[in-house]
């Protein structure tokens, strides 16, 4: 087309006051209809009108909307010869090339199957990932932390390699980032592949997401063990007493030696997921059916050791919100056969401690309930009970209850009950 074919286009069908009709136009090839039928436009103005009167060589019909015939408007457009190759024609050179929506929406789905191809021939190989990959597919969450589809196909195939060489066998987050995933920081929190990643390692260990009475940061440190991946191994432990060890790795011969002795032992993240207690490969395993109590602050472990000493039953003890290094050694003693069972403050954090365990693991309570927050409240010294009131879930009366007698319970204030119940 000349320039002095453009500018007669651009004055018939480029008019400002047309802006409307060019605009329903390139709709309606966007949606992949023809230039067929009519347009309608209410309450016209006389500019509009007028405009529709220059395109067409016609007044348009009296009233406030007017009609156009997009029949005509190609009609006249080619007769004239402004634009021989039709109202298609001129709206692109208009307004500029139109993709058609059902094309481009077909093309991005490619482009996203393109994307997603590498990780779905390793899940194809990892059964247990295939829930996980249909739901990361479904959510949008790839979609939302990269949205173009080219680059999320290398970000995919960096997931693809993480989930290949999970679980891993005690190696730093750190280090194994650097071997598998490029670089040292690829999996720090908060990175794309990290949060992907993540994803991947709690469905490897049936992990569900944190809730909102846990720590995320402990969520997460306890997923990459779970996968084998240690991240501050050294400052996530857990305090025991009591619990019978085994020779085969140094964690249970630790275990063995201050059962002997009667004193408590700290093991930490690190020593649980590089040699863990393997007490249930062990034929005379003594954990199977036995219950361990699971207390929530370390005065009762000292007072335990210094009143019982070998005659104490197996404790743990969470030491308030409970960290990876508890929920693995927790996870490990129900894999062994062991009945687990709680007791923790009569306060609401201490509830909300409970919800948590109860969540995640099969646990009952032990002296921790309605009942036994009754008796302690008659009888022993108590303080006011503040803070904002959360419903117990494994007892319905109990936070009611608490509420309305208005008193703080800590687990020390009880301890000889529950020594009671270790030394028996």
Request: aromatic share 4%; hydrophobic share 45%.
């Amino acid at each position: 087309m000349g320039d002095a074919e453009r500018k007669r286009l651009n004055r018939l069908l480029g008019d400002p006051e047309l802006q409307w009709l060019l605009a329903r136009m390139r709709r309606r090839l966007e949606l992949g209809r023809p230039l067929k039928g009519n347009v309608t436009l209410s309450d016209a103005s006389t500019a509009q009108r007028q405009a529709l009167e220059r395109l067409l060589g016609r007044r348009p019909r009296s009233g406030g909307a007017v009609t156009v015939s997009l029949g005509a408007v190609d009609e006249v457009l080619r007769r004239s010869g402004v634009c021989p190759e039709g109202l298609a024609a001129a709206v692109v050179l208009l307004s500029g090339s139109v993709t058609v929506r059902a094309n481009a929406s077909t093309a991005e789905q490619l482009a996203w199957a393109r994307a997603f191809a590498p990780l779905e021939d390793v899940i194809g190989r990892r059964v247990e990932l295939a829930d996980w990959l249909r739901g990361l597919q479904g959510s949008g969450m790839v979609k939302r932390l990269e949205p173009d589809p080219a680059r999320a196909r290398p970000l995919l195939q960096q997931l693809a390699a993480v989930v290949t060489a999970l679980p891993a066998e005690g190696e730093p987050l750190g280090s194994f980032a650097a071997r598998v995933a490029g670089g040292a920081h690829a999996l720090d929190s908060g990175k794309p592949l990290a949060t992907l990643a993540l994803g991947a390692a709690r469905a490897m260990a049936g992990l569900a997401p944190p809730g909102p009475d846990e720590s995320p940061a402990e969520s997460r440190r306890e997923a990459w063990a779970a996968a084998g991946l240690l991240c501050d191994e050294l400052s996530s432990t857990v305090l025991t007493l009591g619990l019978h060890g085994e020779r085969r790795t140094s964690c249970g011969q630790m275990l063995g030696v201050a059962r002997a002795s009667g004193e408590p032992v700290l093991l930490t993240l690190r020593q649980l997921v590089r040699d863990p207690p393997r007490w249930a490969a062990d034929a005379r395993n003594a954990l199977a059916g036995m219950k361990v109590r699971v207390c929530e602050n370390p005065v009762l472990v000292a007072l335990a050791a210094d009143r019982l000493g070998t005659r104490c039953t197996p404790l743990v003890c969470t030491g308030g919100q409970p960290g990876a290094a508890t929920m693995l050694l927790l996870r490990a003693l129900i894999g062994a056969g062991a009945r687990l069972f709680h007791h923790g403050d009569f306060d609401w954090g201490g509830v909300r401690i409970g919800n948590v365990l109860h969540a995640r693991l099969p646990i009952v309570p032990w002296q921790f309930d309605t009942d036994a927050y009754t008796r302690a409240s008659a009888t022993a010294a108590s303080s006011p009970l503040t803070g904002t009131p959360v419903s117990a879930s494994w007892d319905s009366r109990l936070a009611e209850t608490m509420h309305r007698t208005g008193l703080r319970i800590e687990e020390e204030v009880v301890l000889e009950d529950l020594l009671a119940d270790l030394a028996s």
